[in-house]
């Protein structure tokens, strides 16, 4: 046994002194490979809204008269459209652009004959803080400014009185506005607007039917129903 060992042992070390390098020389390294950044996808328009509104002017027209037993024509009901965007969860910002109203006035007995006809239109780009959202609804205030357009026009024929003539007039006046209202979120892109508007336009001018005389300044009273819809 002992020379046996002897023999074996040897070449037992040799075997395993010749086996290491080649086992060496097939040893291949693990590769590395560095991950890149994750991928995030860019939101295309993210944070960008439609708006739609319908507007109803609660106080008394500028032009509000009854002459020769007729009465004026009122148009209280107006619109706005226009787009806007979220910067925040509680701020963002819109441009609008609509009608505001319209007076109209005619009389024809055969012989006289008068018509008079007056249009508002508003552009306003306006700021919204949105008070927090509690069970869907978000209370909201809001300001803006712009400018507000007016196109009136007289014509009358009175052979009657010997005169006849005409004219008209077109106005561009600074324009402020006051916002206070509810918003209801009834998908998730698509919100229902029950607001109040206070629109002015301190250099406007108009006709005082009463006194004949021409006065300056216009303002509306607006009970407002909208939709946004926002484009994700």
């Known amino acids: 046994m002992r020379l046996q060992s002897r023999i074996f042992l040897p070449l037992a070390v040799a075997a395993v002194w010749h086996a290491g390098p080649a086992m060496a020389a097939d ?6 490979v560095d991950e890149g950044p994750e991928y995030v996808p860019v939101e295309v328009g ?32 107006g619109g706005d459209v ?6 925040t969860d509680y701020l963002r910002g819109d441009l609008t ?4 109203g319209s007076d109209k006035y005619g009389y024809d007995d055969g012989v006289n004959r008068i018509a008079a006809k007056n249009h508002v239109w508003s552009g306003l780009a306006n700021g919204y803080v949105d008070l927090g959202t509690v069970a869907g609804l978000t209370p909201y205030v809001g300001a803006g400014v712009g400018v507000m357009y007016s196109r009136a026009k007289l014509d009358f024929d ?8 005409g004219g008209s007039d077109k106005q561009y006046r600074f324009a402020y506005a006051l916002n206070a209202g509810l918003s209801y979120r009834f ?3 698509t919100s229902v607007d029950l607001g109040y508007r206070y629109l002015s336009s301190p250099k406007m001018e108009y006709l005082d039917t009463d006194s004949l005389t021409i006065r300056k300044g216009v303002d509306y009273h607006q009970v407002r129903v909208g939709l946004r819809y926002d484009l994700w």
């Open 46 to 77: 993210s944070g960008w809204y439609l708006r739609g509104d319908v507007n109803y002017n609660a106080n008394r027209p500028a032009y509000k008269f009854t002459f020769l037993g007729e009465d004026t024509d009122n148009t209280r009901f």
């Open 187 to 189: 998908t998730p892109n």
């Open 158 to 165: 009175l052979p009657d009185l010997g005169i006849a003539g």
């Open 27 to 32: 040893y291949e390294p693990p590769i590395i």
């Open 82 to 87: 226009g787009f806007g965007y979220h910067f």
């Open 97 to 100: 652009m609509g009608f505001v």
